[in-house]
């Protein structure tokens, strides 16, 4: 029950929903109650030959059209505080993945993770709010024909209402074992989901070297794991319906027996001052019938709550998910000064990444960041951008520690271009804008025109409209092109390029150098470089190794010294 | 292969189980008989026939046997019907995963990666529920609502029309439902792809969104689309609520119909009260069983949504397959190992990716390919790996038609590098050997020759250590070292580098190719955007908007190929 507990506040505001949706199970369930018991008066008046029942049959039809109205109004109520439950719970599992530590989400699978938004939550409104309503209902069912059955005959009623917790003992006995069948389903799902998800994103390699024959093995151990746990969760779950079925046939044919037994020996059950009738027994069958019914969706609608519960626990990892801690206050208007103080950073918190990382950088100059591959350049940006925060230091923005500033007013300054690009899923125009989203078609192509991206736009089938997704098959480069065009639109006062160009052939650099010169003049830069040529003109150029900065200067004086830049500069011509 | 067709192996289970359904539903429809019997029989007017007691006894006694009886029955065909449908699901899962895997990356690409990636998920499993469904629980509906149907005729011909114009009635209804749905089911999912799409923009571009500042405005669009999906689901309701308080109208209207004609009508009809109570009963079965059936359309038809998307999966024709030819000729160094002739590639949009393509690749020869972004090198190298065929112009392997081959034939021979890092789970070394059996030896040698030793060296436990989903320990340059090793490893006659080095530093790009170039009689294809990297090849092609606008050594292409020596120079002179 604890785990419920999250779902309270998103059913706060529904409380008045949820109490009609109640009164309508309980208006619906009477109406349609009251009707066998006024059959088997009706019968009652045959079998005595009083055949004018009108009266009666008119009631009968009102009651029934009163019930079938409020039926409606259940069912459509139910969905309603489902779905809407549906639409908060994604919202906010949306929101969370949001605002969660960029750690996290490095960590988490992401099929996994994406599983949580989509079908865990659909399990949950599934299990929780149609389920648990249905048990609602259910129960008020049984109440309701217990209440009847004692009005018509107490012996009977009695002998119904101390069997009948055999068929609950039976399903709830079944049901305890299923929850756990139904949580090793789900995690199996998970794993194939993300076996499946591994090849898919992998296809050229898979093809290239055959890796299906290596992967379809493990693939079909899964499978057939899943298949296993699928079973038990499934058999498991189909013993509940035959087993209440049969505690309550069994019931019925004790009401049967007892009965009849009433009708034939009447006087000797006169003590107990009970007056039978065959329209009683009429009406004691059909509620028997009737009584089996809510055994039945309750029992179902358990199988659907224990689902349920296993999401919702997944659900709620999410919304526990670790929050990107974000305490600054101070306002920043403009970005005076740059410096880093001893910033010590790992990842594993084993193996430094960075290393006593200090720097002082002057505001309108080009910083390079070149070193070997995995030297700790990328892990500068994550850092500056505050995707991690250091171990040990500070980035400082006009002497405060970027700690002070909230991550948006600080980022506001700042824009950046990834080695490993995104694209969002939209159109090409709206990829291009996403910094400036209220950007003009005019700005827009100006931007791709800069980031010379607007050549290969117009080749492809709608142009701008060209709907992409990071799926897409676009190459390196032209994703790249995209990304740069994105920058050049929002024109930012800091400009952080990681390798932003590694996939941009050289021509198409070189011709883009004057747009990033143009768009970097008089701003901070930082340029993480792969080709020593686009930071020639650096103001400032750092020699990183194993996450120290081991040479400093600008081109010329690095060349001088004959150290590790210019083995690095050499190199190139080799 | 069909979504269903696994389940022909099982035809006689699927067909078992419900005909022990069938006995099933004959117990339960017996006992109204048995009722009725009692009381017309067993109770005369007034009731007190002690002489009865013991056929009365006697009848109640068979309604007892007959539940007994039906929970047997009905806990074999639950029995079969929960091994057939995993066992049914643990094909089609498989099915499809084979099927992802016949198709190249292009064909998977066009379906959709996410919508490949449900059909794993959420529609077999819906599939394996609808089956499950069909095979235990669809049957029982029919067979209850039938037999009463004949049920009440045997009592009383007047009365069976009742029950038959109430039940067909309610048939109607739900008939009605089932057709009104489907299309508000297809919107449904398109929503909820829209929201998946969504959700996966928000894991992915995590660290650009946040660069950007976006996460409001996500959040904003994210609450419009998931409100646009709970409209969708509610208008469904709205549909599906009707079915229950119609169907219950229509029985119960029934009940009242009878009433009447055993009253008013009593004279003609000679209906007996016990036969009224047999009535009633069947109705309230048929009511029961029809709301058990109203809640599995709503599963069923989301089963047969799945079944159509999956249908529609399997049906697409992998385009790149198996020729006939069982051998291949073996060829010596020198000979021409891969040839395009006049090749072009359209993308179905106006103009040409690729546009004839004359090339030869020999084997024994380094052969560089250059061109700008866009030019189509990638396009070249998905033709020699045979991820597409040449829309016009023709492929030649080992000197005839590629499409002649075996897929494997030609795939198997070349060790390909993309140009996007792709990982998987599992250690450094699995990530290298990649099914090829393990040799230490090799596996250093590869790691050393493709400058990954000294980073794997210094991870926890080495070759040992696991890989995180997509390599997301590993450096974009560290990524695309462990696939050179994974090339080099693999020891194919040829190696294709499809830009695989764009993460590297100029030091550590020009001593990789140093390492690769030592391998003996290997046939290397090299795509670059560095004039410096291949400039020591046999034979290099330059592209330029999908056509090859020079072709030689590097030095005579200095000399005849503008667009050559443009971006020889811009990288020379720059730096």
């Not at chain 1, 505001?13 to 349609?32: E, P, T, Y």
């Not at chain 2, 439902?177 to 571009?205: C, F, M, N, W």
């Not at chain 2, 009707?242 to 009433?259: H, R």
């Not at chain 2, 198997?412 to 990649?434: E, H, M, R, W, Y």
Request: proline share 3%; glycine share 8%; aromatic share 8%.
């Amino acid at each position: 029950m604890k785990s419920l507990a999250i779902l309270k506040p998103y059913l706060k505001g529904r409380r008045w929903q949820i109490a009609l949706a109640l009164l309508f199970a309980l208006a619906s369930d009477g109406c349609k109650l009251i009707l066998p018991f006024l059959a088997g008066r009706g019968i009652d008046s045959i079998r005595n030959g009083n055949l004018d029942i009108a009266p009666l049959l008119f009631l009968m039809g009102g009651l029934l059209l009163l019930g079938m109205a409020f039926r409606y109004f259940f069912d459509l109520l139910t969905s309603a505080i489902g779905q809407s439950l549906v639409k908060s719970l994604r919202d906010d599992v949306f929101a969370r993945i949001g605002s969660a530590k960029v750690s996290y989400l490095d960590e988490q699978s992401h099929g996994d993770l994406l599983q949580r938004l989509v079908s865990d939550i659909e399990n949950v409104q599934n299990g929780l709010i149609v389920g648990a309503l249905s048990i609602f209902e259910g129960v008020v069912q049984i109440a309701i024909t217990i209440v009847l059955m004692f009005y018509l005959n107490w012996l009977l009623g009695l002998v119904v209402v101390l069997l009948s917790p055999i068929s609950i003992l039976v399903s709830r006995f079944i049901s305890s074992r299923n929850s756990a069948y139904f949580k090793k389903q789900s995690k199996t799902l998970g794993e194939l989901t993300s076996d499946t998800l591994e090849s898919i994103d992998n296809l050229e390699a898979v093809s290239a070297y055959g890796v299906y024959e290596l992967k379809k093995e493990g693939f079909a151990s899964r499978n057939e794991e899943m298949r296993g746990s699928s079973f038990k969760a499934i058999f498991a779950a189909c013993w509940i319906n035959p087993a209440t079925r049969l505690v309550n046939n069994l019931i019925y044919g004790a009401v049967v027996t007892l009965g009849a037994a009433m009708l034939c020996f009447p006087s000797s059950f006169s003590f107990m001052g009970i007056a039978f009738t065959v329209g009683s027994l009429s009406s004691f069958l059909t509620y028997s019938y009737q009584y089996m019914a809510p055994f039945n969706e309750v029992a179902d609608a358990s199988s659907d709550l224990f689902y349920a519960k296993a999401s919702l626990a997944r659900v709620k990892e999410v919304l526990e998910a670790p929050l990107d801690i974000d305490e600054g206050q101070l306002p920043l208007d403009s970005v005076d000064s740059l410096s880093a103080s001893h910033i010590d950073f790992s990842y594993d918190k084993k193996r430094k990444v960075i290393d006593d990382f200090d720097l002082e950088i002057y505001k309108g100059h080009k910083i390079a960041l070149v070193g070997p591959t995995g030297c700790g350049k990328t892990t500068v940006i994550n850092l500056l951008m505050r995707f991690y925060d250091p171990d040990k230091g500070d980035f400082l923005i006009n002497n405060t520690p970027t700690t002070s500033f909230p991550k948006k007013r600080m980022r506001e300054h700042m824009g950046m271009v990834l080695q490993d690009t995104w694209l969002a899923h939209g159109s090409i125009a709206e990829n291009i804008a996403l910094g400036k989203p209220n950007a003009s078609r005019e700005e827009i192509i100006a931007a791709a025109k800069k980031a010379h991206a607007d050549g290969f736009i117009n080749r492809m089938k709608e142009g701008y409209d060209t709907v992409v997704s990071n799926a897409s098959s676009m190459s390196m480069g032209e994703k790249q092109l995209l990304c740069v065009a994105r920058i050049m639109l929002c024109s930012p006062e800091i400009v952080l390029l990681d390798e932003a160009t590694s996939s941009i052939d050289l021509r198409t650099e070189i011709e883009l150098s004057s747009s990033f010169d143009e768009l970097m003049k008089g701003k901070t830069s930082l340029v993480v470089a792969h080709r020593l040529s686009t930071i020639e003109n650096a103001d400032l150029i750092l020699v990183m190794k194993q996450g120290k900065i081991i040479e400093m200067g600008d081109f010329g004086q690095l060349l001088d010294k004959k150290g590790f830049f210019y083995e690095l500069y050499q190199a190139q011509f080799a | 292969m069909k979504a269903l067709t696994p389940l022909r192996k099982y035809r006689a289970k699927v067909f078992l189980a419900p005909a022990l359904k069938l006995f099933e539903c004959l117990c339960e429809l017996a006992v109204p008989f048995i009722v009725a019997a009692i009381i017309d029989e067993g109770l005369t007017q007034g009731g007190s026939h002690y002489h009865e007691a013991p056929f009365v006894l006697g009848l109640s006694g068979l309604v007892f046997a007959f539940a007994v009886l039906g929970f047997g029955l009905t806990m074999i065909s639950q029995y079969l019907s929960s091994d057939t449908c995993t066992r049914f699901s643990l094909e089609l899962r498989q099915g499809i995963y084979d099927h992802i895997h016949s198709l190249t990356p292009i064909e998977l690409e066009e379906y959709g990666k996410n919508r490949a990636l449900t059909l794993m998920g959420n529609d077999s499993f819906s599939l394996q529920n609808g089956v499950q469904y069909f095979m235990r629980l669809l049957v029982r509906a029919p067979f209850i609502v039938l037999g009463s149907i004949v049920a009440s005729f045997v009592i009383n011909w007047v009365a069976g029309l009742i029950v038959v114009g109430a039940l067909g009635l309610s048939a109607l209804v739900i008939f009605l439902v089932i057709k009104l749905t489907p299309k508000q089911y297809g919107k449904l999912q398109r929503e909820l792809d829209v929201i998946s799409a969504r959700g996966e923009d928000a894991i992915h571009g995590a660290r650009v969104i946040r660069a950007f500042n976006l996460e409001e405005k996500q959040e904003g669009e994210f609450k419009q689309e998931s409100e646009r999906y709970r409209k969708v689901a509610l208008l469904l309701s709205k549909i599906n609520a009707a079915i229950n308080p119609l169907t219950f109208g229509l029985i119960n209207l029934a009940v009242i119909v009878i009433l009447y004609f055993g009253s008013y009508g009593r004279s003609s009809s000679g209906l007996t009260t016990g036969q009224i109570v047999a009535l009633l009963s069947f109705l309230t079965q048929s009511l029961n069983a029809l709301i058990q059936f109203t809640r599995l359309v709503t599963s069923l038809s989301k089963a047969l949504a799945s079944k159509k998307r999956i249908d529609a999966f399997l049906a697409i024709e992998p385009s790149i397959v198996d020729g006939p030819l069982l051998e291949e000729p073996s060829i010596k160094e020198g000979d021409l190992y891969f040839e395009l002739r006049k090749a072009g590639v359209s993308f179905g949009g106006q103009g040409y990716g690729l546009l004839d393509v004359d090339m030869e690749i020999h084997k024994g020869e380094k052969v560089g390919i250059i061109g700008g972004t866009g030019s189509g090198k990638s396009v070249l190298i998905s033709l020699l790996e045979r991820f597409r065929d040449p829309s016009v112009g023709s492929f030649f392997y080992k000197g005839h038609d590629a499409r002649e081959s075996k897929v494997s034939s030609i795939r198997g021979d070349i060790a390909f590098v993309s140009q996007k890092p792709q990982l998987f789970k599992g250690s450094v070394a699995d990530n290298i050997t990649l099914g090829l059996p393990l040799d230490k030896e090799r596996l250093d040698r590869a790691l050393d020759d493709s400058l990954s030793s000294e980073f794997v060296s210094r991870m926890s436990n080495g070759v040992d250590t696991l890989l995180e989903e997509r390599g997301a320990n590993l450096s974009g340059g560290q990524k695309q070292r462990l696939m050179i090793a994974r090339a080099l490893y693999a020891d194919r006659p040829v190696l294709i580098l499809d830009d695989a080095t764009s993460a590297l530093d100029y030091k550590s790009d020009s001593l990789l190719r140093e390492n690769i170039n030592k391998r003996p009689g290997l046939t290397l294809v090299m795509v670059s955007q560095r004039a410096t990297s291949i400039k020591n090849c046999d034979r290099i092609y330059v592209l330029d908007e999908g056509k090859v606008v020079g072709l030689g050594k590097h030095e005579e292409l200095l000399s005849s190929c503008p667009v050559y020596k443009e971006i020889y120079e811009a990288q020379v002179k720059r730096t």
